[in-house]
């Protein structure tokens, strides 16, 4: 009764269009109610208790070092040492958007932000290069989303605060499915345009890669920071959000000198705003966390799934699927944080590895970034693009079939997976 009591009463305040912090908060209220434990100074010390983490602090950081890349040069540079290399393929521009979605994954770790500097820098230069319109916004879009999957990943730290996995190891595992998911662009596009009559652009001069290289490496040096710290205890993730954030700033102002005190003050305060948001989404999940292991839901939950514990696959391919339809129509952090409390102790009981479910979910829900009705990013490309909602969506379907493909692999042989994090970790 308490399970349908919890997610009667979250679907239908989302449904009545609350925010999704509100209808976390309403359906934790009306669980203490059921469970005769309304107390307001429970519910305010939850509230307070859940974002009173030294680990959700990386959130605050990476979300000013992504602001910082994008005001101060770092994005363009990227796109520009993508272009001076690949560029002049058939399809080239498609190409230096999936290599650039990659390095700025592990720069940003913002699909939203990501798909927008793509959209901006690269549609109006493959429209004018006659490139199929649908096909080049789904390519975009499907590029962005491997921010989420990269390290520095902010729904990998909301992923492994929610469900007390290794947020060092969710990073490192990280790296093989997101330049998977990049490989699988790569084939997909080279199917697209093998027969498209394309402008190709001239190749670059020896002269003209080295200086682009020269102009990006102090933007290429940052993932390596980051990863490189991390992998080798120099720094927890927390203080790799810092580093990184004093890197950025550092870099676009005192290096590329694009970054001025005007721009700064705007970028901490667009940064505040969005940390703001996520912060009191996470406070009121963990509040529902907190009452979701007092009412013993993942043991209802767990009644339900029974036959399937037994058969790892199968059960993550049952739940992959149920969180492919919450992705559908929920924005990916509110998926994470209502879902992971709840299935996570199942998970455990059915001997799958956290790491590999993480990382997993996580693939899911930013797939679930460029599915209609409610994909985020695919509204965003849309809106800076100004392409209409249908073309895109005929131009994106192709790329998340080729996603659910490789989430498909990834479920049967999780192993390609877990070996290399493994092997990485030592």
Not at 191 to 198: A, C, D, G, M, S
Request: proline share 5%.
């Amino acid at each position: 009764m308490t399970l349908f009591i919890f997610l009667g009463v979250l679907i239908l305040s989302i449904l009545l269009g609350l925010p999704v912090s509100f209808a976390l908060l309403l359906s934790s209220m009306a669980l203490m109610l059921h469970m005769d434990l309304f107390s307001a100074d429970i519910l305010s010390q939850a509230l307070i208790g859940g974002v009173d983490s030294f680990t959700l602090l990386a959130i605050p950081f990476f979300l000013i070092a992504g602001e910082v890349m994008a005001t101060g040069g770092l994005s363009e540079r990227i796109v520009r040492l993508a272009n001076t290399f690949v560029g002049h393929r058939k399809g080239g521009l498609g190409y230096v958007a999936i290599f650039t979605s990659i390095l700025l994954a592990g720069l940003s770790g913002s699909a939203v932000a990501d798909a927008a500097a793509l959209v901006s820098i690269l549609y109006p230069m493959m429209k004018k290069a006659n490139y199929p319109e649908g096909s080049s916004i789904g390519l975009l879009a499907s590029g962005g989303i491997i921010a989420p999957v990269i390290p520095p990943s902010i729904p990998l730290i909301l992923i492994g605060v929610a469900g007390g996995i290794s947020i060092k190891n969710l990073f490192i595992g990280g790296i093989i499915p997101g330049l998977l998911m990049g490989v699988t662009l790569v084939f997909l596009w080279s199917f697209i345009v093998r027969k498209e009559n394309l402008t190709l652009q001239k190749k670059a001069t020896v002269k003209e890669k080295v200086a682009a290289l020269k102009d990006g490496i102090w933007a290429l040096f940052l993932p390596i920071i980051i990863l490189g710290g991390i992998r080798f205890g120099i720094f927890t993730p927390t203080e790799a959000a810092v580093v990184a954030a004093v890197y950025a700033i550092f870099v676009s102002a005192f290096i590329y000198k694009e970054l001025s005190f005007k721009r700064l003050y705007y970028v901490l305060g667009r940064a505040g705003r969005s940390t703001a948001m996520v912060m009191f989404l996470v406070g009121c999940a963990m509040v529902a966390a907190w009452l979701i292991t007092v009412a013993q839901l993942p043991q209802q939950l767990a009644e339900i799934l029974a036959p399937m514990i037994d058969n790892p696959r199968l059960l993550m391919a049952v739940i992959m699927l149920l969180v492919f339809l919450v992705g559908m129509v929920m924005d990916l952090s509110p998926t994470i944080l209502i879902l992971v409390p709840l299935l996570m102790p199942i998970v455990k009981m059915a001997g799958i590895d956290p790491v590999y479910f993480g990382l997993m979910f996580v693939i899911n829900t930013s797939i679930g970034l460029i599915t209609p009705p409610v994909g985020t990013v695919l509204n965003v490309v849309c809106g800076v693009s100004r392409v209409s909602i249908s073309t895109s969506v005929k131009g994106i379907l192709p790329f998340i079939g080729a996603y659910v493909l490789l989430l498909i692999l990834f479920i049967v042989f999780p192993s390609i997976i877990t070996v290399p994090m493994k092997f990485i970790i030592g």
